[in-house]
């Protein structure tokens, strides 16, 4: 089973840099995939998702990339402003049931001006 | 942009006491959900609605809990008789498929 942690793991950059933020995830049944930002006190924010066919896709200073061989998601993002500071989580949907989405344990990233 | 919007935004409650939380999803938004995340901790799936009736719920949501969508438009949490473990943010979300749009949240803190 997943661990839960009080400790999540950080990521601190400089701001102008690029940030790769990686998730495993657990179920190899899972078809769609998303990531989430979220800050302090709030709910989680929607920021780019992935379908299980497709192994990139590139928003706005983000891409998403999916390797279903090893169950590894992973999040860029370029040129980090501070407004990227938050807790980022990866999620998953499992194909069948109720469409519920798992989350992953959540990283914290940091940037430093 | 169509948001969810759950309130209150903080409840503070007695141990035993039932609370109600309220949400509006996303109104043609078809798939509803509960989420609590205890504070440092993931964000951890309760239950899912659809078609008017719960589709999966998880170990958590245990008989204490149950959800309503008493008018068509909002969707109810209700834990009959909370504990101190309880205490956690509640999270409600909607979704026509894909594309889950989370609420802002209700921090419940049971005393």
């Known amino acids: 089973g997943e661990s839960v942690g009080l400790h999540l793991p950080t990521l601190s950059v400089q701001e102008g840099d690029n940030s790769i933020i990686n998730c495993a995830y657990s179920?190899?049944?899972?078809?769609?995939f998303i990531w989430y930002k979220q800050e302090s006190g709030k709910g989680p924010q929607f920021i780019i998702d992935?379908?299980?066919?497709?192994d990139k896709r590139q928003g706005q200073r983000v891409t998403v990339l999916l390797n279903k061989t090893v169950k590894h998601l992973s999040l860029q993002i370029a040129a980090t402003q501070p407004g990227d500071s938050a807790v980022y989580f990866c999620a998953e949907r499992e194909i069948q049931g109720a469409q519920k989405l798992v989350f992953g344990q959540g990283t914290r990233l940091t940037i430093n001006p | 942009e169509p948001e969810v919007t759950q309130t209150p935004s903080h409840q503070v409650t007695q141990m035993g006491q039932e609370v109600i939380l309220r949400c509006v999803p996303i109104s043609n938004h078809l798939y509803f959900y509960w989420y609590r995340q205890i504070l440092g901790q993931k964000v951890e799936f309760l239950v899912s609605?659809?078609?008017?009736?719960?589709?999966?719920k998880s170990e958590i949501f245990d008989d204490q809990f149950s959800v309503e969508r008493p008018d068509g438009s909002n969707f109810t949490l209700k834990i009959r008789s909370t504990k101190l473990e309880d205490s956690a943010m509640y999270f409600c979300a909607s979704s026509p498929r894909d594309g889950y749009t989370f609420g802002s949240g209700t921090r419940l803190t049971v005393v």
């Open positions: 179920n190899s049944a899972s078809d769609y």
């Open positions: 992935i379908r299980s066919n497709m």
């Open positions: 609605f659809y078609n008017n009736e719960i589709s999966e």
